[in-house]
């Protein structure tokens, strides 16, 4: 065999299999060799030798297994004992080298050898991956690893990590020095460096630092420049009632361009003018100026309005007196905040025999609907149980009313209306905005809308192929959107059976979704542990949300538009500012899943509800607003305020809402086992 | 490999009629099932977490299973959890017995769904209502480490105390009663009312207050002392009063029945009566109440062997003291009044000798003292005979052959004197119990045998001490004086004997004769029974 034959098939197969570090290192030990060969009178015997060595390095590699194990220890011990400094950057390696070493050796077939290094190192990660490890638990064959969708994500994508230009370094020295080509070959093939320089990133935002992206990191960070219109819509009630309260001189300006879109509100403008006696407002003066510069992009605005967009969906009317009724509402809503909080009646399901799946609570708080595993659908009349709507009585009061039950078998007394008609678990109910519809969602794959005045199913909706896992009316009513396993999100109208828009894109299950205020765009939350945001209109993804560390369960839009909160099953609810697709603060302090986020109307408070029998509210001002005067720089650090827990007598919180009033309603089932 | 094991594999196989499955095949087999099981279940954790639960149920993973488009596995619906059992010998087997199943009798129609309303918060703050879940205990104890530092101090407000309509009626018509007719048949009636009905307890201070004032006020009445008193006992026995906040507003009240120095008409009414039945409510109230205030008998002690010891007091208040020590038990007489039995006898010597004390109601009076220290003194050593039995000595120098003492031997029986007397002594000792019985109660005594001339009307009632110490003062004063000054010849040496008294290890044998030269053969009736027949 000829030397440079010899070199030149190590170097090619360095370079096929892109092992650039090596190849230097390769070139550097020929730079060696030849003095050494000067040396020695050119004989040839030494080199057989190193092309022996080199070729059995290369079969080594493709055979001994023992190797992964034997690298992934050493390269998990080099990172445990190095400085504390650097030591995070470092140990963050470990968990794709960690994934990937497994892998490898199922993809080789040495099943036994992967299962004693998955179990010798799986306590490093339990706490960060516990859930990916449970589901590369089961792989056991090759075949597993092609039929199974995460460990295909896993390996068809790259982990971005980002580290500091000296930790880069020293893994680098570390990786030539020990000779670990393996490792090293894991390294370059799994891993996209992000290396910055200058001084390592602290611990404490290694939140995002590790994720996994199916598309990669150049299409998250296209995406998410996309443009957002995150205001308000304009001429909303709110708006109007603000302008009839302040009398401010220039709104003929806006209702001028408000003209276009709806004609007849005008007519009733003075009407409410003239019934706008004390009514309260806020005490935002800049309001006309941001009026004026509606429909434009503030990303990072100081002004603390937000700015009015135009609505891309043809939006329904809303009838006179309802109108009124609401505007009664705005007028008598109590200002919360931090000192002022909310006052919360709750509803607490009793006797369901771990039935029921989910909870809902109309705006006023007048009805509230259960979705039950058994298929049906009750919704209980908080007016006729109670003395009042709005103060909700302490007991329940026993005489019940003849049922109006749908189908009539249940004619016995009852204190609910029953709705039939799915065929199997109910997942998701929602109310519109008036009260006067409801739709539900059930593991069947349909969606049926119930009439609560009539008490009957009006329409069922088909076209998801898989459980609707949730289902949520549009902040004006009308148009609908569901998310299914199936893994869509889908955009509905009432009056139509097929659905308007089909989101695709998310690599689990859609979980839940939530609507923006300005009905342009739509939240999901999914199982691959994103949330992304999709203009409704197009029907493209606008900004995907990464961070949570586990399947995303609840989703909250700030009245203003501009920050969306979402809370997984681990706990954490994290604040994201739309605009910047950037998270706020994590908000830490549930135990147990997090069912439910809202919003109080004004969009100072933050109220969740969780597994742990507790709900909680949080102080969304301050954080904002240290946000703002630090300018962003340390804003992963601040921590939103945890104003007040109040807990529950062991009863999980399933369901928020805030009512116009800003009178907090929370739903949960009393659980006597937990 | 695999947490399947093999041979499961091989059992499935089997059961489902493949026999001939290839070794090779189970390994392959057993790793396909785990990883498709593993898959099932975080399907199925997707469905409980959409059920919004937290624990996993067999129709979470049959929804899973329906996921899949799998057939689901039917028959194992269950609303509730089920329930495993740890399989015998096997760490970490479990099992579902079927036993419970189909052993299990019909469940109960399961209640239909509801929906209750309450406030969870009102502003922010948690109302203190059943609905919500008890404050921490953290912000207790909080609360408490504050007070202690001294740096709030959490002023209650005073409670408004409403009493209903019908317990002020009821009030209103007791405190009538023990006022103006309190020997009326109504009034028994309510003093069982008050000893038995519940629902009394907001009563219990304004029936405090009334009590020490009416005794304050009707100290020259005894009826209406006798009346209250009773009131106070009723009040003690009411299981479902808690008395004990108010025993320090009581026990003054009930002290001055027992030791006041004028209670009620001297001349005409029965103090001596109200002073036993006192004597026994004090004792009543010891017992019941001593283990919650440690202080409680000895300040009630105190005070009544101050009175007992201080000569410059009526001898009526002498009286009271010793009926109430009596009543505490003979230890109390062993500790207390044994010691100062010898110098008090001497004091109360003079008065009872019709010579030196002219005034009969003096006489009377002092009579009734020396009645009632027999008894105390007589109680206590009856007691030590019964404890000791063996330590007696041989008492028959002393003793006279006094062949009614024999026949007539005394019983402790009450009302049973006759039927006792029939029986056989061995009996006897087996019926009288234990000592215990002696020392609570007020023993009626029959005090019958000393002296034959009034033996026939000396049939003892309830409790009634007087009538004792009646049969004594009538005419049988110069035969104990007598005796008096033999005692006072030999006296430096028995007082010594009788200072040892309350050492344990004393011979008790040598208390007897003591005993028995100061009061005469009336001490010989509170000897047991088989003692006695031994002593004499």
Known sequence: MDEEEIEKAVMTYLKKKGFKQTELAFQEEQQRQHPKTALHSTNSHVDPEIACQILSFSSELESNPAQYHEGYGKLRSWAYSSLDLYKHELLRVLYPVFVHCFMDLIAKGHIQEARTLFNSFREDHEMMHARDLQKLEGVLSPSHLEEMEFAHSLRQSKFNIKICQYSYDLLLQYLHKTQSVVMLGLINEHINFQVSPGQPTSISDDAEVVTLMGSGQDAVNLINQKEIHWGLLEDSLEERLEKAGALVPDSAKVDGEAREGEVEENKKRPYEGGKQGASLKKSKKDKVATATGKASRVETSTVSVAPRVKPELTLPSIPAEVEHSILEDLRNRVQLSSAALPSISFYTFINTHNGLNCASISQDGSLVAGGFSDSSLKVWDMAKLGQQTGYATSQIVEDSYPSDSLLGANSGRKSYTLFQGHSGPVYSATFSPFGDYILSSSSDSTIRLWSTNLNTNLVCYKGHNYPVWDVQFSPVGHYFASSSHDRTARIWSMDRMQPLRIMAGHLSDVDCLQWHANCNYIATGSSDKTVRLWDVQSGECVRIFIGHRSMILSLAMSPDGRYMASGDEDGTVMMWELASGRCISPLVGHTSCVWTLAFSCEGSLLASGSADCTVKLWDVTASTKLLKTEDNKTGSINRLRSLKTLPTKSTPVYSLQFSRRNLLFAAGVLSKNT | ?536
């Not at chain 2, 004792?468 to 005796?483: D, H, L, P, Q, W």
Request: charged letters at 20%; proline letters at 7%; one cysteine or more.
């Open chain 2, 1 to 536: 490999m695999s947490t399947v094991p093999q041979e499961s594999i091989e059992v499935i196989s089997q059961s489902l009629g493949i026999n001939n499955l290839a070794p090779e095949v189970l390994p392959g087999l057993a790793s396909d099932v785990e990883f498709h099981v593993r898959e099932i279940m975080q399907e199925a954790i997707k469905c409980m977490r959409h059920s919004k639960r937290t624990t996993l149920t067999s129709e979470d993973v049959d929804s899973a299973l329906g996921l899949r488009n799998v057939e689901p596995i039917h028959g194992f619906a269950s609303g509730d959890p089920l329930r495993f059992k740890k399989a015998a010998g096997h760490n970490n087997l479990y099992y579902i017995r079927d036993k419970d199943v189909i052993d299990a009798p019909l469940p109960k129609a399961p209640l239909d769904t509801t929906l209750v309303a309450h406030w969870l918060a009102i502003e922010g703050v948690q109302p203190a209502i059943p609905e919500n879940a008890t404050l921490e205990v953290q912000s207790d104890n909080r609360k408490a480490e504050y007070r202690e530092d001294g740096v709030s101090v959490d002023v209650k407000l005073p409670v408004k105390h409403v009493l209903s309509r019908e317990l002020q009626l009821y009030f209103e018509k007791i405190t009538e009663l023990t006022v103006s007719r309190s020997s009326s048949i109504l009034f028994k009636e309510a003093l069982v009312s008050l000893a038995t009905d519940s629902g009394l307890h907001p009563l219990v201070p304004y029936f405090a207050y009334f009590i020490a004032d009416e005794v304050s006020r009707n100290l020259n009445n005894s009826y209406q002392l006798i009346g209250l008193m009773r009131l106070v006992w009723s009040l003690l026995q009411n299981p479902h009063i808690h008395i004990e906040p108010y025993l320090h507003q009581l026990m003054p009240s009930v002290m001055t029945c027992l030791v006041a120095k004028k209670l009620g008409n001297k001349f005409s009414d029965n103090h001596w009566e109200l002073r036993n039945f006192t004597a026994d409510l004090v004792a009543l109230i010891c017992k019941r109440y001593g283990h919650v205030y440690h202080n409680l008998q000895p300040r009630v002690t105190r005070t009544l062997v101050h009175t007992f010891l201080d000569p410059t007091k009526a001898l009526p208040q002498h009286f009271g003291a010793i009926q109430g020590l009596a009543a505490l038990g003979p230890s109390v007489v062993r500790l207390l009044v044994l010691p100062n039995l010898e110098p008090y006898l001497r004091l109360l010597e003079p008065e009872m000798l019709l010579e030196k004390q002219k005034n009969g109601m003096s006489r009377l009076e002092a009579w009734h003292v020396y009645g009632a220290l027999i008894r105390a003194v007589g109680l206590c050593m009856y007691n030590r005979l019964k404890k000791l039995p063996t330590l007696l000595p041989p008492l028959r120098a002393m003793s006279r052959s006094n062949p009614k003492v024999i026949t007539k031997i005394p019983s402790k029986r009450k009302a049973t004197v006759d039927n006792m007397m029939q029986q056989p002594p061995l009996k006897k000792l087996a019926t009288n119990g234990p000592m215990g019985s002696l020392t609570a109660n007020s023993v009626p005594v029959d005090m019958s045998g000393t002296s034959g001339g009034y033996a026939a009307n000396i049939q003892v009632a309830d409790s009634s001490f007087p009538s004792i110490s009646k049969t004594f003062s009538n005419e049988n004063v110069r035969g104990i004086s007598a005796r008096r000054d033999g005692v006072a010849s030999q006296g430096y040496k028995s007082s010594a004997v009788l200072q040892q008294a309350w050492k344990e290890e004393f011979d008790t044998g040598n208390l007897l004769p003591l005993l028995y030269e100061y009061f005469g053969e009336s001490m010989l009736n509170f000897v047991p029974t088989p003692e006695l027949s031994l002593l004499l």
